[in-house]
């Protein structure tokens, strides 16, 4: 059984076209949520940080928010340069310090 | 400050060989953890180390063993490669707590 599932595995979008991206989680004990962004070939760069219920963190065109179950990364207006795979990450009390990884979202942004 | 580095880039190794991969964690960061990222799928956690012990470790058998050094640089160690090991090694170093976890470029192994 998954623990994180993201969705959709493949997003296209047009240049500006606004979309989002989930995440659910079925661990307890969540300590922090994670949202990194990959690059073909390279290791994740690191997004955002969410700790609790209702939390929202913004950078660029980015912003990301948690609920009890799920978290969403928006993208606003983006842009060709957003292409990559974003994936979400979960560190909870039975993890033993280490991060659980959904397969990740790839997204292309056609100009 | 420098982040996470690792080598090599790049490795085509042999079935049945044994093959060391290098971390430099980042600087003030004393937990490192190494990940295998198969094509097209999440990164899997391997193990981490905590001032050079081992506190934790993923479904991965013991031919996958690691080291970490009083500078906090690390290993990783796999023995009698199998085809099923190609895929980009992670490492991550954190100051601990679950908090700020820096991934490195990663090193793409291929076993032939």
């Known amino acids: 059984e998954d623990q994180v599932t993201q969705s959709p595995e493949a997003l296209r979008l047009q240049e500006g076209e606004s979309s989002s991206l989930n995440c659910s989680y079925t661990?307890?004990?969540?300590?922090?949520l994670f949202w990194y962004r990959q690059d073909p070939g390279k290791g994740p760069e690191f997004l955002f940080t969410l700790y609790s219920a209702g939390e929202e963190k913004e950078k660029e065109r980015l912003k990301a928010t948690l609920t009890k179950k799920e978290s969403f990364l928006h993208i606003t207006a983006p842009k060709p340069e957003d292409s990559a795979t974003y994936l979400c990450?979960?560190?909870?009390?039975?993890?033993?310090?280490?991060?659980?990884f959904g397969k990740g979202t790839k997204l292309s942004v056609k100009p | 400050e420098t982040g996470v580095t690792q080598s090599p880039t790049h490795l085509i190794k042999t079935r049945g060989q044994q093959v060391t991969l290098r971390c430099s964690s980042q600087?003030?960061?004393?937990?490192v953890s190494w990940y295998q990222q198969a094509l097209g799928q999440g990164p899997q956690f391997i193990f981490q180390?905590?001032?050079?012990?081992?506190?934790g470790r993923g479904n991965f058998p013991p031919r996958f063993s690691g080291l970490q050094f009083p500078n906090y640089s690390s290993e990783l160690n796999v023995n009698a490669l199998e085809l099923d090991d190609s895929a980009l090694y992670l490492c991550?170093?954190?100051?601990?707590?679950?908090?700020?976890?820096?991934f490195g470029s990663g090193t793409r192994l291929t076993v032939v």
């Open positions: 991550a170093s954190s100051p601990g707590g679950g908090y700020g976890y820096t």
């Open positions: 600087s003030g960061h004393n937990t």
């Open positions: 661990v307890s004990g969540l300590r922090g």
């Open positions: 180390y905590y001032r050079e012990e081992e506190n």
């Open positions: 990450a979960v560190h909870y009390g039975g993890s033993q310090g280490n991060l659980i």
